[in-house]
């Protein structure tokens, strides 16, 4: 499973009929891994620490393998969020990609807040992200995603005991996604493995509420 063909681009590139996918979350979380392993190419620069290596907004276009229709994936790239000082760079930025976004008339599908579960806790939740990007949707391009996905990453790092200590994690997660505000937030968590499978499952998940 995987995207056959896929390409970076710029956005004045980008049709207006793809499913555009933003990836947000705190720097070092794996949002350009999840990309490049979406894509099956390495796109996007991928960091190894808690500096951000994603300063600007980049596009990477990939075929959806469940697609009858052709209608591409589009996922955004976007600087990591890191402390509040830093957070209103990051605002700046994203009100910049907005604009451009409104400028083309194009329609974000969804949201992935990526989060790493080996964190012991929130140090930054994801309400206050969250709500950033629902104000600055509402101000440039007049109305928030109705579907957002929490994703959980690094897996594959610890022991047995350590994974046993991550799902609990897991569901103290789902309770406090389950606590968020109703209404165009979608109360869903999944898990990225770092496997093209795991990616795509999660786009077609995202895609399923289309539907509902």
């Known amino acids: 499973m995987g995207a056959a063909i896929s390409r970076r681009l710029p956005v004045e590139s980008i049709d207006e009929n793809c499913y555009i996918i933003a990836v947000v979350g705190q720097t070092g ?9 979406a894509a099956g190419n390495d796109f996007l620069k991928v960091g190894h620490g808690l500096k951000p290596d994603t300063r600007q907004v980049d596009y990477v276009e990939c075929y959806d ?20 000082k830093e957070d ?6 994203l009100k910049s990609w907005l604009k451009k976004v409104s400028s083309k008339k194009l329609k974000i599908f969804g949201i992935l807040y990526l989060h790493r579960i080996t964190d012991p806790k929130l140090s930054s939740p994801p309400i206050r992200h969250l709500t ?3 104000t600055l949707c509402e101000e440039s391009i007049k109305g928030f995603p109705k579907r957002v ?14 994974q ?13 996604w389950d606590g968020l505000p109703s209404g165009s937030v979608v109360s ?19 895609r399923r509420t289309e539907e509902d």
């Open 65 to 84: 393998p469940e697609s009858h229709d052709e209608r591409k994936v589009v996922f955004v790239d976007t600087p990591g969020f890191d402390s509040e």
């Open 149 to 162: 996905i929490l994703v959980t990453t690094m897996w594959g790092k610890g022991n047995s005991a350590q």
């Open 132 to 134: 950033l990007l629902r």
């Open 88 to 93: 209103s760079v990051i605002e700046k930025k």
């Open 188 to 206: 869903e968590i999944m898990r990225f493995d770092k496997t093209t499978e795991s990616a795509w499952k999660i786009v077609f998940t995202l």
């Open 164 to 176: 046993s200590v991550y799902e609990k994690r897991e569901e103290e997660l789902q309770k406090y």
């Open 29 to 37: 979380v794996g949002k350009s891994t999840f990309i490049n392993t």
